[in-house]
């Protein structure tokens, strides 16, 4: 089946300005996750949902971000009054219930001028 | 707290020639176990896990893992490595338990295959 899609592939905006990205997991699988990747910090945790659970924030960096998911499926990572240190690929991963093989999407690469 | 470390920043292989990349990791109980790669402009992939059992863990495309409880370590192997094998390599840890848990990952090792 289709694998886990993100929205955009890449987001250059101003500092200062809101941006949305968007998760699209695989069916059926109920916990979703969000990481990002830049050069001075590797791969770091950003939040995860697990069914209908409050989800895991403690990744989040500051209170700019937020994250929410619709019905169970498709998420949105918003970041708002964007620095320039937001700059990062923000990687999506999915994985089935009591099951810890995530699977993940091809990132979003956001470049914050 | 969990942590996962990769010594190699950066290996050059030749073509043909065999690979080890090295993870250790620290945490109070033996966690789940990973290998991801990661293509330039891509997603990662999931090459191989441990959870338990055989200690000798067979991937996808020809890579396996020797989890190594004594000495904290789950290396990545390939007897042959080809072109195509060149990406970053990240190895990554959960706690072990049945419900989802988030990913910690390794620094990454790059690495590059001459011809």
């Known amino acids: 089946g289709a694998g886990v899609s993100q929205s955009p592939s890449n987001k250059v905006t101003e500092k200062g300005k809101d941006v949305e990205l968007r998760c699209d997991p695989i069916s059926g699988h109920t916990a979703l996750y969000w990481y990002r990747q830049s050069l001075g910090q590797g791969l770091e945790f950003l939040i995860y949902?697990?069914?209908?659970?409050?989800?895991?924030k403690s990744g989040l960096p500051s209170d700019r971000f937020s994250a929410e998911r619709t019905g169970g499926s498709v998420s949105t990572l918003t970041i708002q009054r964007t620095q320039q240190e937001d700059s990062a690929v923000y990687l999506c991963?999915?994985?089935?219930?009591?099951?810890?093989?995530?699977?993940f999407g091809p990132g979003t690469r956001l470049t914050v001028l | 707290a969990q942590s996962v470390t990769q010594p190699d920043i950066h290996i050059t292989v030749s073509e043909g020639a065999s690979l080890e990349l090295r993870c250790n990791y620290s945490?109070?109980?033996?966690?789940?176990l990973f290998w991801y790669v990661q293509s330039p402009g891509q997603g990662l992939q999931l090459l191989l896990k441990y959870f338990s059992g055989d200690t000798l863990v067979q991937g996808i495309k020809g890579f396996e893992a020797e989890f190594k409880r004594s000495q904290s370590s789950f290396n990545l192997r390939k007897p042959s490595v080809h072109w195509s094998d060149a990406a970053e390599y990240f190895c990554a840890v959960v706690p072990p338990s049945g419900t989802a848990s988030k990913l910690t990952f390794g620094t990454g090792t790059r690495l590059q295959v001459t011809l």
């Open positions: 945490y109070g109980a033996t966690p789940y």
């Open positions: 991963a999915s994985s089935r219930p009591h099951y810890n093989e995530q699977f």
């Open positions: 949902f697990q069914g209908n659970s409050a989800p895991d």
